[in-house]
Each structure stands twice: as structure tokens, then as C-alpha cells.
């Protein structure tokens, strides 16, 4: 497949996913700071997580981009062009925006600058525009398709970067009104709402009688999940593969990301038709999805489901309160679910990420035991090494009654 090794871009709304990715393979992650950001409705990183991250991201050798992606009033110039100093001062690798206001003082302070996907890039005359400017990737708009992608590629010099994996959004390149009709709060702020994910009645009221004829309910805005993990092959000429997901679980960051980063290493090393994706397939059908579709790479994308169908979810079971590295053994407080003997867990804290394991070895006053019930400290041996406050979960098969009664905001 030749030697283009397409940049594994991995989403990060907390420290524990911050980890999480690190451990899993991304090469570069992408993250909010302060208001400015489409995710801005959640908690969100300030500026001196900012500069501890860069800390973090540098010694693991991975890049850092800062997504500056929403809407800039008159009043926010002040505050961007300070943010955008700081962010200079720490040596962010690249900032991502698509407002003048960001993108001219970016570049002008020599900062990397991509351009974000809600510029609604779709052909190589825009694309060249903002090549002309100084900009040095772009992520075109999601509605363009697999053989519009690589024309922009062919007609410009600049990196390409693609999404591979997560949420779709039912407007075009995600800008919305529908928070901002019915909440007054604006996606284009980073304060969506998500009411396209609500399930809704669809009604005919005559205008005579006033008579309503109820023809059901579905969530009929709702996008499916993009997944391009069959076709991933066909996207190695990208220079990244951007996986979204900044407000989703550390469980989704960690094995999505290590699945796209496997599938990508097999290509790498020809191992692609021996080995396959139906495994890595496996990874991505555990954590949170909805039904999966593939974009618009080869068409329209896909609406109209709005449910997790996920094969595991997990369960709170405790939390570390000791651990001794020599032998690696976590002392562990069972606060709700019990664990035993073959179960899978997870063990994820801030700056251990996640730890998937077996529970192999369990003991209470150097006696094994094949069952920790609530209220009882054990010692379980792990596979690598997790820290206090760590907290442990264990991972369970979903039936299709139960996927039926998750919800579907995380």
C-alpha cells in the first residue's frame, strides 16, 4: 500500500480518555479549551489543562490540537486573541478553526493552523482559497464524498483529514438551529442540546376538524454512527483519521482508537488480507454505538436510529485504595457489584487510562478466593500497573431486551 501512514487523530474530553488514547496508538489528539469549541456544554479543559496536557502529550510523542471551531461575536475578540497567545506560549502542535477571527490571528502568531469541517469545504477552488491563506490541512465538509475527497487531495497541497468513525450530525457540517429554536442555546456555540437524538411523534392535524392522526414515532432526525472500518484500506492516501468522540466514555475512546490503529498497522505491513477487520469489528461492536452506516463516502448518509447497540456495558464494582508494583497487586474496596473469578474488568483512573483484564487471582488474608462480594477488600492481580482512586468496572454481555432499555446520552 506504499509508505503513507495516515496520522491516528483520537477525540479527548478528560484526562482518563487522554490516557486511554495514548495507550491505544493515536498519534495526535484533539481537544477544546474554554468556550470556544463545539463542545463547550460539557466541562471543559482550561488553558493550564492546556498546558499540562502538552506536557503529557509531548514525552508520550503526540501532537496536540486545540479545536477553536465555534461561532466569534465581537465580544469573544478579546478573549481569542488572548487564548491564542497562551496556546502559542505552550506550543500547541496546530490549532483548528474555521472563523476569520481565529484563523488570521492563528496564523499570524505562526501557529499551525487546519481548518475545521464547519467551514463546509466540498471542493478543491474552496480548498485552494484557504491554501492561499496559509492553512495547512483541512477537514473538508462530511457530506463529501469518497472520490471528492481525493480530488481536493490531488488539486491542492494540502493535508487531507478525514473522519473514520463516530456520530453523524442530521445538518450540514453540524450546523444546527434546533437548540437554539427550542432551548435558546446554540450548537454553533458548542451548547447543543442533541434534540435530534429524541425519539418524536409524527402527527396530521386537519385544519378543518382539528382531527390528529397519530402515524407513529421514530427518531427520525437522528444520523446513524459513521464506521469505515471495512473500507479503511480505501482511505490510506489520507493524512489522518480523525475518530470523533470528545464526550464520549474512556471504554469508547480506548477501543475504538486501538482498533483503527491496528487496522491501519496491518495495511502497513501487508497483513491486511490475512488478518482481516472482523476482529477489530468485535472491539467497536463493545462500546456505545448506534447502527452503523458509511457516511457519505459512497452516498447519503444514513438516519432514523437512535439506539445503542453495544454488546457490553459496564458496572461499577470499586475502587483501588493500595497497590504494590513489585508484584502487582491492587487492593480493592467492592462497593457495589461483585466480581469473580474469569470476569472481565475494567480499571480506569486519570492517569492510568484503561486496563481490560480477566480476573485471574483474587485473595483476602492470602487465602484465594473465587468471589469478592460487596463490602469486602480484596487483592487482585493485575496485568499492568493502576494507581489508587482508580476505579473498577465490570464489563457484561448486553442482551437485546437490554439494548433496547439504554439510553442514548452518555
Known amino acids: ?41 460539557k466541562k471543559t479543559f482550561d488553558i493550564q489543562d492546556a498546558k499540562e496536557i502538552r506536557k503529557i502529550t509531548k514525552d508520550a510523542g503526540v501532537r496536540q490540537y486545540i479545536t ?180 464520549k466514555n474512556v471504554d469508547y475512546a480506548y477501543m475504538v482508537v486501538s482498533a483503527y490503529r491496528e487496522a491501519r498497522d496491518r495495511i502497513l505491513n501487508g497483513e491486511w488480507n490475512t488478518k482481516g477487520w472482523q476482529d477489530l469489528l468485535d472491539k467497536l461492536e463493545r462500546v456505545y454505538h448506534r447502527e452503523w452506516d458509511s457516511g457519505f463516502y459512497f452516498g447519503k448518509g444514513g438516519f432514523g436510529l437512535n439506539k445503542s447497540i453495544a454488546k457490553e456495558k459496564k458496572l461499577f464494582v470499586g475502587e483501588v485504595v493500595k497497590f504494590y508494583p513489585k508484584i502487582k497487586v491492587a487492593e480493592v474496596k467492592i462497593i457495589d457489584h461483585p466480581i469473580s473469578i474469569g470476569d472481565t474488568i475494567h480499571i480506569i483512573g486519570k492517569k492510568t487510562g484503561l486496563v481490560r483484564q480477566k480476573v485471574s487471582s483474587m485473595q483476602v488474608d492470602r487465602k484465594n478466593i473465587q468471589r469478592a462480594d460487596r463490602g469486602m477488600v480484596v487483592g487482585l492481580k493485575t496485568d499492568e500497573r493502576v494507581r489508587v482512586g482508580d476505579k473498577i468496572y465490570l464489563i457484561t454481555q448486553v442482551d437485546q431486551l437490554q439494548e433496547e432499555q439504554m439510553a442514548i446520552t452518555k
Open 1 to 41: 500500500m506504499g509508505d503513507k501512514k495516515p496520522e491516528i487523530l483520537a477525540p479527548v474530553g478528560h484526562y482518563e480518555g487522554l490516557s486511554a488514547v495514548i495507550k491505544a496508538g493515536a498519534d495526535a489528539i484533539y481537544m477544546g479549551v474554554g468556550k470556544i469549541n463545539q463542545r463547550a456544554l
Open 68 to 247: 477553536l471551531n465555534s461561532i466569534v461575536f465581537e465580544e469573544d475578540l478579546p478573549y481569542i486573541e488572548e487564548l491564542l497567545h497562551q496556546l502559542k506560549d505552550i506550543g500547541v502542535d496546530a490549532v483548528i478553526g474555521w472563523d476569520m477571527a481565529v484563523i488570521s490571528k492563528s496564523l499570524e502568531l505562526g501557529i499551525e493552523t487546519h481548518l475545521s469541517t464547519m467551514a463546509s469545504v466540498s471542493n478543491s477552488q474552496a480548498a485552494k482559497f484557504y491554501q492561499n491563506l496559509g492553512i495547512k490541512r483541512i477537514v473538508p465538509a462530511r457530506e463529501v464524498s469518497l472520490e471528492g475527497l481525493k480530488k481536493i487531495k490531488d488539486e491542492t497541497d494540502l493535508e487531507i483529514e478525514i473522519f473514520v468513525h463516530g456520530a453523524m450530525c442530521m445538518a450540514i457540517s453540524g450546523r444546527c438551529f434546533l437548540s437554539h429554536e427550542i432551548f435558546e442555546k446554540s450548537a454553533n456555540r458548542g451548547e447543543c442540546y442533541q434534540i435530534c437524538r429524541h425519539e418524536f411523534d409524527v402527527k396530521i392535524v386537519s385544519k378543518n376538524t382539528g382531527t390528529e392522526l397519530e402515524l407513529g414515532e421514530d427518531y427520525i432526525l437522528s444520523a446513524k454512527d459513521l464506521m469505515t472500518l471495512n473500507f479503511v484500506d480505501r482511505l490510506m492516501w489520507a493524512d489522518s483519521w480523525k475518530i470523533e468522540g470528545r464526550n
